[in-house]
């Protein structure tokens, strides 16, 4: 079964004769020298250091390389030039047919001044130590910074550089000029066109290809070749996928070739221009799916909302009592990364593949930021104020979460000074956040006080009723027996209801059919009776 198809077209160029290469005894012009190493010993191939490593092997300084890259939205022509839209690998891997329209040649394809090309291309090792690239690759930058890791201009000696086209000199852009949509990789794993892996989890271990005596630190550091074994899962299914928001970084420009754009399920206050922000709004898809709470137990059943926090939190006409201890509790909870511009020089230390950990500050890695409950509330607060609701629980993805210190007028700046952070670690907390909110609660617990009267005749026909414990004079009507105390009503659909039609199908065959109102499947049920006594 055939399940892509690619076509690829390298322009003519003049090239570079390659030559023969040799090294001691051993001469590179054939495949096994090239990937069984220096002789006698064969050496173990990663990447980096010198004369032993793949990429002094792999590719000489004698051969000459040239490929092609993912195209951006400027076109496949090979002639040197910028694109910034270039590289989004889900513009290829979404496509089940992809033309050769959606690669461009390397931006040192053609060569300058007359010279024959010798390289043009972007290899890179999987994993490294030291330099992970291969002789004669040059690559771009993901996010707009000047320098990265500890190396000269461009990526140095950094293990674990995002792959971008060299094209790109100062970050990756969305067709319409806006920042482009990337992702942060899990641990130490390069950034870049991703589709949100969940996160399966890590444990630290005490292991090395070698003599099994080096630890290896969860998702960071340690043996590029050794990861946590199969067995038992590490996180729980929603704990992977809490919400539909996981969704996020699903590209939405890949029919219409608009690299680096994918759903927007964040407020992204730095970017008004986003095509997430349209209308209908991104966020809004995840209303199609449902989360039910089942930690620390089953408690949502079928179209019900227990155990959900309303987000529409004031109560009217009593605007003066404030319903935010729900909100305070999710939210307090709740953390989320954000890394600085300025990290670019340490961000994503090399895994050493002999378990070295020198030259690696551990205690330089915490970008976590808690959130300011009362200041995140204020906007909530606004809107209220303004006479707005939320009508989707999918609308705290427009809410800013401000971390202390900050403001929600001041999260503009804020994430104008954190660019290394991805799509989809700006959208995590808001994943997290969505399946335990909610703004159609069914569940009240109502409180009653109930008391059974007698009244004298005269008063039953006046139609009044007069209190005995009234200091009035005259006679008093009587109170025979009192009940206090509360009832928890779930209003709930039947999933079962042979009434029930079939939504997908009804919707298709008459969509204005009053059968798809479901208001009218909702049942009520006592789940709960609580007598107050005394």
Known sequence: MTVQTIVLNFPTGTFAMPTSTVSGTSTYNVNTARFTGMSPTPTLQVAGGTGTGINSFLITTNDTVVGVQPAGSAGNDPSPAGDATAGDYRMIAALPNVPASRFRAHNDYMGTGGVPTQFAHGLMTAGARGAPLYTGAKMGKLAPVTQYMTGTAGWGSVANPPYVPSRVTNGVTRADGGPGDWD?????????????????????????????????????????????????PYFSPNRQVPSALMFGSIPTGVQRMRPWQTLLFHPRPEDPSHPGKASPRDHLIADLFWMPVVEPYA????????????????????????????LNAVMKATQFLAIPTSDSTTYKPSARDHGSQENVNLANANRRRTIDVPATLQAFD?????????KSATEICEMDLVPPGESVSSMSSFWNNNKLTGDNLREKPYVDIYPRVTTKSNTYTVHVCVQSVKQLPAH??????????????????????????????????????????????LTVIDPTNSALNIDQYYKFRVIGTKRFAP
């Open 184 to 232: 942060t990789g899990i641990g130490n794993s390069p950034d870049g066109a991703y589709m949100n892996k969940p996160d399966e989890g890590d444990v630290r271990l005490i292991c090395h290809t070698f003599d099994q005596t080096i630890t290896r630190y969860p998702y960071l550091l340690g043996s590029i070749f050794d990861q946590a074994p199969p067995g038992a």
């Open 299 to 326: 408690i949502s059943q079928p179209f019900a909302t227990a155990g959900k926090i309303n987000l529409n939190y004031q109560i009217l006409p009593f605007t003066y009592i404030k319903r935010q201890t729900g």
């Open 382 to 390: 606004t809107k209220f104020a303004n006479g707005a609701i939320f």
């Open 460 to 505: 039953a026909n006046a139609g009044v009723f007069i209190d005995p414990n009234s200091t009035a004079s005259g006679p008093k009507d009587a109170i025979l027996g009192e009940y206090r105390g509360s009832t928890t009503l779930e209003r709930y659909i039947d999933p079962n209801d042979p009434s029930l039609p079939d939504f997908a199908k």
